[in-house]
């Protein structure tokens, strides 16, 4: 590691940017970065236009399974408590709160989110659209135990939807999924939406589409990830210097998405050093695991959950799965 004149000026770390500078200087080495660092406001807004697009089908087919079959899950599970990780704007949830609201008034909808700013939006939203819930969100990093509050009387519906487990490896996704289980009581429930591997129905070029859009909104999220590094690390990425890309990894049974260096480059970390790049070279920045039910139930197993129930589209691309904690 090398010293560099510019940290000499630069006020005292705090704890939180110390971690965050070594964890960036760690995955600089490695060439692999943590997606979580994609999420800003303005990478949040980015995903959700991305779920938009014609090529994303996963955010279409989940949302056609919900309003399938929403209704009939609320009235057998009728949650007191539902907990979405990774809310977001909640758009497909509403599908949920709907049947909810009307099975259960005055439950509780937790959402969970990393983006403070994104989720006190999403919350003044729903608010306002469903006065017959509580509406109670809380900041949470899913890296992180979970320590949800006491929100009261369940059951709980542990919501986890848009294949967002497959952004984590396998023994990271079986944590999360072990985290979730920790905060389970007898009687509640999980629902997961995963997105299933290429299959006779559906084709890897279909696949990979879904993460190299035609628009370009896909590039620029990726991209994104790099100014939110230089604000909130005070690294000096050039964005414009890193094209996208993303492919299907099929030994891995997953997409992996890249940024690409486009010509020679060098990235400072302040207080760490710099990180040279040459032409071609890479950084993977996010993956995301495609499912079958042999792999979530590995999962579940570990994490002490058994599948309780699988729902899939018709056309094989996509599933709901249930689960519930093993006896």
Same mark, same amino acid.
């Given at each position: 590691?090398?010293?560099?004149?510019? !940290?000499? !000026? +630069?006020?005292?770390?705090? +704890?939180?940017?110390?971690? &965050?500078?070594?964890?960036?200087?760690?995955?600089? $080495?490695?060439?692999? &970065? =943590?997606?979580?660092?994609?999420?800003?406001?303005?990478?949040?807004?980015?995903?959700?236009?991305? !779920?938009?697009?014609?090529?994303?089908?996963?955010?279409?087919?989940?949302? =056609?399974?919900?309003? $399938?079959?929403?209704? /009939?899950?609320?009235?057998?599970?009728?949650?007191?408590?539902?907990?979405?990780?990774?809310?977001?704007?909640a758009r497909k949830t509403r599908i949920l709160l709907d049947a909810l609201q009307r099975e259960r008034p005055g439950a509780v909808y937790? %959402? &969970?989110d990393v983006s403070a700013a994104f989720l006190d939006a999403t919350a003044r939203e729903l608010r306002a659209e469903y006065p017959d819930l509580r509406i109670e969100p809380e900041v949470a990093d899913l890296l992180h135990p979970l320590d949800i509050a006491d929100h009261?009387?369940? %059951?709980?519906?542990?919501?986890f939807l848009g294949s967002t487990l497959g952004n984590f490896g396998p023994e990271a996704a079986a944590g999360l999924l072990g985290r979730i289980r920790a905060e389970m009581d007898v009687g509640d429930t999980v629902l997961l939406g995963v997105d299933l591997r290429p299959?006779?129905? /559906?084709?890897?070029?279909e696949l990979e589409a879904a993460y190299?859009?035609?628009?370009?909104?896909?590039?620029?999220?990726?991209?994104?990830?790099?100014?939110?590094?230089?604000?909130?690390?005070? !690294?000096?990425?050039?964005?414009?210097?890193?094209?996208?890309?993303?492919?299907?990894a099929e030994a891995d049974g997953r997409i992996e998405m890249h940024l690409v260096a486009g010509e020679p480059t060098r990235v400072h970390v302040p207080g760490r050093g710099s990180v040279t790049f040459s032409r071609g070279e890479s950084i993977?920045?996010?993956?995301?695991? /495609?499912?079958?039910?042999?792999?979530?139930?590995? &999962?579940?197993?570990?994490?002490?959950?058994? *599948?309780?129930?699988?729902?899939?589209?018709?056309?094989? *691309?996509?599933?709901?799965?249930?689960?519930?904690?093993?006896?």
């Open positions: 590691m090398t010293s560099d004149p510019r !940290t000499a !000026t +630069q006020p005292p770390e705090t +704890q939180e940017l110390r971690e &965050l500078r070594d964890e960036v200087w760690a995955g600089l $080495e490695a060439r692999a &970065l =943590s997606s979580r660092w994609f999420y800003d406001h303005r990478g949040s807004e980015l995903f959700e236009a991305i !779920t938009r697009l014609p090529e994303y089908y996963p955010t279409r087919t989940e949302r =056609s399974l919900l309003e $399938e079959h929403a209704a /009939k899950w609320m009235a057998e599970l009728r949650p007191g408590i539902v907990v979405e990780l990774g809310a977001g704007s937790v %959402p &969970l009261g009387a369940g %059951p709980t519906l542990f919501a299959g006779p129905s /559906k084709s890897r070029a190299n859009d035609s628009q370009g909104v896909t590039a620029e999220f990726n991209r994104n990830m790099l100014h939110v590094l230089n604000e909130r690390a005070g !690294t000096d990425f050039d964005p414009v210097a890193f094209r996208h890309r993303a492919f299907y993977r920045t996010e993956i995301s695991a /495609k499912y079958d039910p042999r792999v979530i139930d590995d &999962l579940f197993r570990a994490a002490g959950l058994e *599948r309780t129930a699988w729902v899939p589209d018709g056309r094989g *691309r996509y599933a709901m799965v249930f689960a519930r904690p093993r006896a």
